[in-house]
């Protein structure tokens, strides 16, 4: 693909509530240098059991009042009431927050997936309704006149708010079969679902293959691809104890001979640019990359990958 069809290629970023005052000032530098490079919109997870909820709130109005980026709010229903979801996601509507992405949540820390308690909500498809009803509540009914025929009217169809959810191409560890995840993804679009973006993956088969499984399914809304640039060895063992992903053998080796931090940061910012090219090659409709509050690095994995061109930078 040439470098022209490349810079038109759209990304996103993930961030999470800061911790501390000073993660908070950094996080504010992060906002504003990733809201210049002009992303389609700025995800901020949401704690589970509502842990972090409204620092993420916070961090979602800093985006929206401070830059023209979209900002996407992260949803979790284990542990909430179906009042509480409904409450929470009408505070989030009330903020200016349009877009969101629904999902069951991790479980708390320390609590086995299997000890979980769900709530009133049991699954993400669930929660994609209450969010699409909750919104349907709000949106002003409105008609419009027929042309040519006096007195006639036409209800206006309804504004709809964009909601993602996840998709996970080496399936869900909660699935008991390889098609049963296709399924909860189907369940989630035809509950409203707009968009899906994937949990992180180590190779570009193990997204191409999904998306091909999901079409031949029916999954029609876009699926956007997580990348996340793994820069030590111990984010790798970290990222892999949390998601359950197989070991990445190459990248594993690469990041353990390297003796250097910055060495390691390079190999990881490497691999995760080709990985970039190659699912955009595939057909990608975007790159949805995890920065970790940090900037530098993910900008410069859409820089290596062709995607950030030094016009695209300053165009904004
Ligand atoms: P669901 O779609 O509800 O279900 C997960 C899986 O369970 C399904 O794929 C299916 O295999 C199975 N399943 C679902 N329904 C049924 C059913 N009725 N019967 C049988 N099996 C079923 N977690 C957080 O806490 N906060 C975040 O901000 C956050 N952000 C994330 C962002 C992305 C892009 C991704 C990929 C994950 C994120 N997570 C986050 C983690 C996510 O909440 C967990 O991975 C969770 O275990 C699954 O969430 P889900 O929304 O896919 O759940």
Do not use: W
């Amino acid at each position: 693909m040439s470098d022209e069809s490349r810079a038109r290629v759209p990304f996103s970023f993930e961030l999470y509530p800061p911790r501390s005052a000073s993660s908070e000032a950094a996080l504010h530098e992060t906002i504003a240098r990733l809201a210049e490079t002009g992303p389609d919109f700025l995800s901020v997870t949401y704690g589970a059991g509502g842990s972090t909820g409204g620092r993420s709130l916070e961090v979602l109005r800093r985006i929206r009042t401070t830059t023209d980026v979209e900002p996407l709010a992260h949803l979790t229903c284990i542990g909430n009431t179906y009042a509480g979801a409904a409450a929470l996601i009408r505070e989030f509507l009330d903020a200016g927050i349009e877009s969101f992405l629904a999902l069951r949540g991790d479980p708390p820390a320390g609590v086995p997936e299997e000890e979980v308690e769900l709530g009133d909500l049991e699954s993400a498809a669930q929660l994609v309704q209450l969010i699409d009803r909750v919104q349907a509540e709000r949106a002003p009914y409105t008609e419009s006149g027929i042309p040519g025929i006096p007195g006639a009217a036409r209800v206006d169809r309804r504004p709809h708010v964009q909601i993602a959810v996840a998709a996970f191409p080496s399936g869900h560890p909660r699935s008991r079969h390889p098609r049963e995840h296709i399924d909860a993804l189907l369940a989630k679009q035809a509950a409203g679902a707009t968009l899906a973006i994937t949990q992180l993956f180590f190779h570009p088969d193990d997204y191409l293959g999904f998306v091909a499984r999901a079409r031949a399914a029916g999954v029609t809304i876009p699926i956007l691809p997580g990348i996340m640039p793994i820069t030590s060895p111990a984010r790798l063992r970290r990222v892999l104890q949390l998601t359950g992903e197989e070991l990445p053998s190459e990248l594993a080796i690469a990041l353990e001979v390297e003796p250097t931090a910055d060495g390691q940061r390079a190999v990881g910012v490497a691999y995760a640019a080709e990985l970039v090219r190659a699912v955009v090659d595939g057909g990608a409709p975007g790159i949805h990359l995890y920065a970790f509050n940090n900037h530098d690095t993910v900008l410069a994995v859409l820089r290596d990958a062709g995607i950030l061109t030094p016009h695209k930078e300053t165009a904004r």
